[in-house]
């Protein structure tokens, strides 16, 4: 795809200007669009027919000429933009200059239910954007069936969850919704069993009963899960033979999600 950069939009363009407007929940909600930044994650919406817009820096479109021309065959709109445009389309101190505009992409936690999943993970009230787009990463890999954020928790389209989530958005269902209790009413009636971590809990995760769908919960970096740890099923422990004191929130699920993945793989055999 040849690209004219001797009219490439610089950072007062309109659509640069409106792009950039996506940084902010507020517009992504009215627009029902957001925006990525950086080669993962262009790279999965484009695949995966998220992306209608991409913007690109001359240095950038030929670093990475494989998702330009992925773009071409796609019919996502290409557009070469200036240095400093890509500046002000950027939320980080080094910008890749590669961004893209994406459709809205979150799911109901109902579509994800409906399917009658195996495992889901459900971060609640979750706030760093590090981790939540960790969490998403992680469940992807360990092969989960979808992401439901619950509560008040940062908003899963937000750049530095997608940046996080390196391309997981757009490989697994992510849902979310504010009231706790309606998912954890969703997730009992779709026959999952809902687990959750416990200094005291009353079986090593490793020896948990993980078979039966499973819904695991994950609360909050500094509080945890507080009274709603009660309403799990199944309190599992994660035994800490060293000095450490916890585990942080990413680590946690990690462990707990492929001891699920791993449950689930000796049942298929």
Partial sequence: MNLDFSAAFTQRTPRIVNAAKLHRAAARRKAKQFLIEGE????????TGAATDIFVTEQAAQRFSHIITAAGYMDVYVHPITDKAAQYLSDTASTTGLFAVCRHVLWSPGK????RPQLVCVPVLTAEPGNAGTLIRTADAMGADGVIFAGETVDPLGSKVVRSSAGSLFHIPVAREPNVQDVLGQLRRAGMQIVATAADGDVDVADADLCAPTA???GNEAHGLGPLLEQADV???IPIVGRAESLNLATAASICLYESAKAHRRQEL
């Fill in 112 to 115: 994800i239910l409906g399917a």
């Fill in 235 to 237: 309190r599992v422990r």
């Fill in 216 to 218: 695991w919960l994950f």
């Fill in 40 to 47: 993962n994650a262009v790279d999965a919406a484009v695949s």
